[in-house]
């Protein structure tokens, strides 16, 4: 399965190199404001770089904060995983990861992959972004099935040991036949196929947003102009407190170790500040609006919207909503649509800023 994986990856880079180098021959024809690479009187790059040095503490204290709460608010007792409350708070959270996807990514993807600075052919003549976005997300449902698949068979080769071991085994008390095979009477073939589920769950969804999030923080980086970077700051520390508090209740879910735990908190909260330093280093060579940037940024967007969309819709909000605890709860389902809309609405209203 690994050497699959890896050959699929090897062909998109091919694809993506091949994209990459066409761009360039063609480069000539984009239009002059292309090669600008400060349009606009709001050019400083000392009063942009005080900004992006706030922007790095900033948003690694909220990334931290939002992950961190739901993994914290275990030992509440109203938060549990059990409890309705914590029902409602992952539909709203599982709702701006939601918005994350159609309104922040998706829209980015198309205004690098639509720009005039690149050629008209082939850019301008396929919809690459929702093609890419749709190759991402049944590409993530392959990553799924996959792995439930392989733990399935080795979960049926145990069971198939231990029935074999259990037939060897005579009956005391003098009975001529073998003992059966007793059910798991406590359900841990279910549960352990659960938490399997919910672990490949968090490490999807963390895939995906540590993709867009080293985007978006290197785009930051890159930017010498003050009037996009100020309000740019405070949006993305909302995204990244509700973002993390998203992903912090599907990692709480995995019920990981604390190690891991901490590995994964770690890389989704230095993730967005890691890309703005590196945008920081490069900022004196990388061009937003170069062919090259737009290609690589914008393909990066539309795969990470569909591996976003996908995990937000069918693992995360669909598998609450038509499992028992909601079906079964008409008004917990009420309340669970009203926190849906509250975090998808919010993150849209976000989407004015960043």
Sequence with gaps: ??????????????????AVAAANETGSSVPSECDTKFPGGCHNKAAALQL????????????MLGVCLPLVARSVPALGPDRDLFVVVKTFASGVILATGYMHVLPDSFDDL?????????????????FVAMLSA?????????????????????????????????VPHGHGHCAVPQL????KDGREAVVLRNRIIAQVLEMGIIVHSVVIGLSMGASEN??????????LCFHQLFEGMGLGGCILQAEYGMKMRGVLAFFFAVTTP?????????????????????????????????????????DLLAHDFMGPKLQGRPKL??????????????MSLMAKWA
Excluded at 1 to 18: D, Q, Y
Excluded at 184 to 187: I, L, M, Q, S, V
Excluded at 226 to 235: G, K
Excluded at 333 to 346: P, S
Aim: charged share 10%.
């Design 1 to 18: 399965m690994a050497s699959r994986f890896h050959n699929t990856g090897v062909l998109l880079l091919l694809i993506l190199c091949n």
């Design 52 to 63: 992006k040095l706030i922007a790095i503490a900033a948003i690694l204290v909220a990334s």
């Design 114 to 130: 639509g720009s005039p600075c690149l050629p008209e052919d082939p850019w301008s003549k396929f919809p690459f972004t929702t």
């Design 138 to 170: 049944i590409g993530t449902l392959m990553l799924d099935s996959m792995m439930l698949t392989s733990y399935n068979k080795r979960r049926a080769k145990v069971s198939s040991a231990t029935v074999t071991g259990h037939d060897m085994v005579p």
């Design 184 to 187: 798991d009477a406590d359900g």
């Design 226 to 235: 003050v009037c996009t970077i100020r309000p740019l700051v405070a949006a």
């Design 274 to 314: 890691f890309g703005v330093a590196l945008g920081i280093g490069l900022s004196n060579t990388y061009k937003d609006n170069s062919p090259t940037a737009l290609i690589v940024v914008g393909l990066l967007n539309a795969a990470s919207a569909g591996l976003l969309n996908y995990t937000a819709l069918v």
């Design 333 to 346: 389902q009420l309340w669970a649509y009203v926190a849906v809309l509250l975090g998808a609405g919010g």
